[in-house]
């Protein structure tokens, strides 16, 4: 998880556990496969070889009392949440009880046939250990890997030097066998280990977009999101000198008095998917929309070389865009949409501002409230796109002669009026023209 996330993000144990809880989940499936196979070849060996009979009961004994025991555990554990103090007793002992099958299997040798025991020791039962052994990577731990590697260690040795001491193999076996025994565990506990790891890693980066996704919204493109999440993002407030551009439709709730509202949304959704493309391919921001109308900006959180070129291209491509749609729906419904768009650069606060029930990661300031009125002034205007002084000044200077100075707003609270410039139709359509 990036450390800048740390503060905002809750911890991610839950994922682990229910990674831990699916694993032992598999393992108590899989063995509910492999010990009625098992039981078969039993049966086969029975049927068709010299097994004696008290051995072959005794086994068959233990295989259907494993196969109970998995299936409680497995029944239990399925109604349990992941996290849940029974659940973790559970998925223990679902990955712990295999270790000691072997202690069963050598019982049940011992009193049916002991003189088969020393075979079993050389060969059988530490194959069987590191096998069982091996299914303790889903306890997705390091040390509980070692852990189980040491006691199944413990238990081969005390069958050797204690029940089975006289069918006991030769020392260098024994050690031989242990070796392998450990290093099982351990690999298992190293892969768990790693596993844990990586099932960290893996929510943290899915968390980590989210969390981008839910504090700048679904409109945000993926560029965005990730040099955000290498960059870093303050929640606290600060402040930032960006482009801010809002759009607005004229005269659209007396168009839609005669629409049905289900087509009314729709039409909104064609207009909002056309200009927020355009918005995210110029490395803008969608803040928010208001009714019909959006406010996006430009320059954070993620810095751009100059974010007023973006914000003007992103006006003159709405436009264009706007044009596109209106031949569509001309055709269809007989209705032309009209907007207007106003642009001022300048500093805002960015932040996450709300209550404490409700937040929005958004930016306020006078810049804001300047834009916002630009773009009431458009109609007055007959401009499409208005855009203040301090945007015209970021522009390039091939691009000042398609601007046309307006009259200078007073605004309530402000000393200096603002210098506004606006962008006719044919300039408009000459530079759509030139940049296609």
């Known amino acids: 998880m990036q450390d800048w996330l740390k503060a ?42 010299d097994v004696p009979r008290d051995f072959f009961h005794g086994l068959l004994l233990f295989l259907v009392a494993t196969f109970i025991f998995n299936l409680v555990d497995y029944a239990i554990l399925i109604r349990c949440k992941p996290g849940q ?42 194959i069987l250990q590191i096998i069982l052994v091996s299914t303790t990577v889903f306890g997705f731990s390091l040390m509980f890997g070692l852990f189980a590697g040491l006691v199944s260690t413990l238990l081969y040795l005390a069958i050797c030097y204690g029940p089975g001491a006289y069918a006991a193999p030769a020392l260098p076996t024994i050690v031989e066998n242990c070796v392998y025994i450990l290093i099982a565990g351990s690999v298992a506990g190293k892969a768990g280990d790693e596993a844990q790891k990586l099932v960290h890693r ?3 980066s899915i968390k980590d977009r989210e969390f981008v996704t839910r504090i700048l919204g679904a409109y945000v493109s993926e560029e965005i999101k990730d040099r955000l999440l290498d960059q870093g993002l303050s929640m606290e407030g600060e402040e930032k000198e960006v482009t801010v551009l809002f759009s607005d439709l ?17 039409i909104l959704n064609m207009y909002f998917d056309r200009m927020v493309r355009i918005i995210q391919d110029e490395g803008g921001v969608v803040d ?87 773009e009431s002034m458009t109609r007055k205007l007959d401009a499409p796109i208005i855009l203040s002084e301090n945007v015209r000044d970021g ?26 410039y606006g962008v006719s139709e044919p300039a408009l359509s000459a530079s759509d023209s030139t940049e296609k």
Not at 251 to 265: A, C
Not at 335 to 346: A, F, K, P, R, Y
Not at 395 to 420: A, D, F, M, N, S
């Open 250 to 266: 004229r005269d659209f709730t007396t168009l839609s008095e005669d629409m049905p509202p289900r087509r009314v949304v729709q």
């Open 288 to 374: 928010k929309f208001i009714g019909d109308a959006i406010m996006a900006y430009f320059g954070a959180p993620v810095l751009l070389d100059n974010p007023r070129e973006n914000a003007m291209r992103a006006a003159r491509r709405m436009r264009a865009e706007l044009l596109l749609l209106n031949a569509l729906l001309k055709k269809n419904e007989n209705i032309e949409l009209q907007s207007g768009t106003g642009l001022h650069h300048g500093t805002v606060v960015l932040g996450s501002i709300g209550s404490e029930k409700r937040r929005d990661f958004t930016i306020i300031g006078d810049t804001v409230n300047i834009a916002a009125r630009l």
């Open 85 to 126: 103090t029974w659940a973790r007793i559970i998925q223990a002992g679902g990955l712990a009880y295999p270790i000691l099958c072997p202690l069963f299997l050598v019982w049940i040798t011992l009193e049916t046939q002991p003189d088969v025991l020393k075979s079993f020791l050389v060969g059988t039962i530490p």
């Open 395 to 420: 522009l390039r200077p091939e691009h000042h002669g398609e601007l046309k100075p307006l009259e200078q707003l007073t605004l309530k609270g402000r000393r200096e009026p603002i210098v506004c």
């Open 202 to 204: 893996v929510v943290a």
């Open 8 to 49: 905002y993000m809750p911890e991610i144990h839950p994922e682990l556990d229910r990674a831990i809880y699916s694993g032992v989940l598999r393992v108590l499936r899989l063995w509910m496969v492999v010990i009625p196979s098992f039981t078969m070849v039993t049966v086969v060996f029975y049927l068709f070889d």
